[in-house]
C-alpha cells in the first residue's frame, strides 16, 4: 500500500536552483515549502518518503505536488503506485516562481 | 470491460476554482457541463463513473473530456482501461475559460 | 510483431475539423497526407493501419507521424507495440498550419 | 540492471537538422554534446547506450539529458529500465537554441 513516488530534477544551467517543493492534499492544508538546492548542471533524485522537513508527508492519503525553482529546471515526475498496476514517467519545466 | 477513468484536480491557488467538465463523443452531441468545485489550496479525484448530473456518462461508448475552470488548475489524467493492458498518467494545464 | 497505433481526436470547437496526417520514416520520403474529418463537438478514434490513401503505411518499419488541423484539436495518442512492453497515452495539442 | 533509454527525433522540417545531446549527472560535470544530424523529413532513432563520441555514458549512474537542435524537432523519450516495470513514452519539443 506504499506509493513509491519520486521527481527527478535537472538544473541544465550555470547557476545552483533553490527548489520549493509544496503538497497539496484533498482534505487539509498544503505542507511545505520543502526546500532542496540542485546544483549548477547537476540532477537530483527526490524521493518524497524521504521529505521529512518541516514534516513527513502522509503516506495515507492521496496528494498533489508543486515544485518552484528560482531558475529554469526540468522535472521528470515518476509514481509507482503499489495500489494498482499503474507507471508512469511525466515531465514537466518549472518555471521562476 | 469497464473503464476506470479519473482526473486528479489540483487547485494551488488562493481562490475556489469553480471546475466544469463536457464529455464528447464519436456519434453523438457532447453532454455536460458536469460542475464541480475544488477548494482554494486542496486536491480532488473525480471518478468519472461517478458522475451523473445532468446524466450519468454511457459506458458502452468511448468518449474524450475537456475540463475548464475560472482559475489555473492542474489536472492529471489517469486511464485504466480493462480492455487492454494500457495505463498512464496524463498532466495537462486548465485554463480560465 | 504487429505495431497498433492510434490517435484519438477530439474536436470541441463547433466547426468541423479538416485534418491532415503526415507519416515519416527513417530512409524515406514521407507519405501523406492522409485526410479526414472530425465533426464540431465530436472525438474520432484513428487506427494507422486503416490508413491507405493514398497508400498503407508499411508495417516493418519505425514512423513518426504528424498531425495537422486547420481549427484547434487534441490528439491522444497510444501506440501498443507487441515487440516490447511498452504503452503509454501521449497527450498533444494540434494547432491550425 | 541495464537502461535502454532511447530517443526517436522526428525532422518534419525542409533542412537537415544539427543535433546536441548533452547528458547530466548527479554527482559530476554534464558530458557531451554527442552530434548527430536528422534529414529533412526524416526520422532518427537514437539508442543512448551506443553514443560513444565524446565518450560513452557510463552505465552504473542515472542521467538526464537535454536534446538541442538548430531546427524545430520532436522528440519521442523511451525509457526501459530493467531495474523496475516503468515504460513510458515522452514526446516533447526541442527548439533551436
Known amino acids: 500500500m506504499t506509493s ?17 517543493i509544496t503538497i497539496y492534499f484533498s482534505d487539509r492544508e498544503p505542507v511545505g515549502p520543502y526546500r532542496l538546492t540542485v546544483g549548477a548542471r547537476r540532477t537530483r ?31 521528470q515526475h515518476t509514481r509507482l503506485d503499489s495500489r494498482q498496476a499503474e507507471n508512469a514517467l511525466l515531465s514537466t519545466m518549472a518555471f521562476p516562481a
Open 4 to 20: 513509491h513516488e519520486t521527481a527527478c530534477i535537472l538544473n541544465a544551467g550555470d547557476r545552483d536552483a533553490k527548489v520549493e
Open 45 to 75: 533524485h527526490v524521493r518524497f518518503n524521504d521529505l521529512d522537513d518541516p514534516r513527513p508527508i502522509p503516506l495515507d492519503t492521496d496528494y498533489a505536488s508543486i515544485i518552484r525553482a528560482d531558475v529554469p529546471i526540468v522535472v
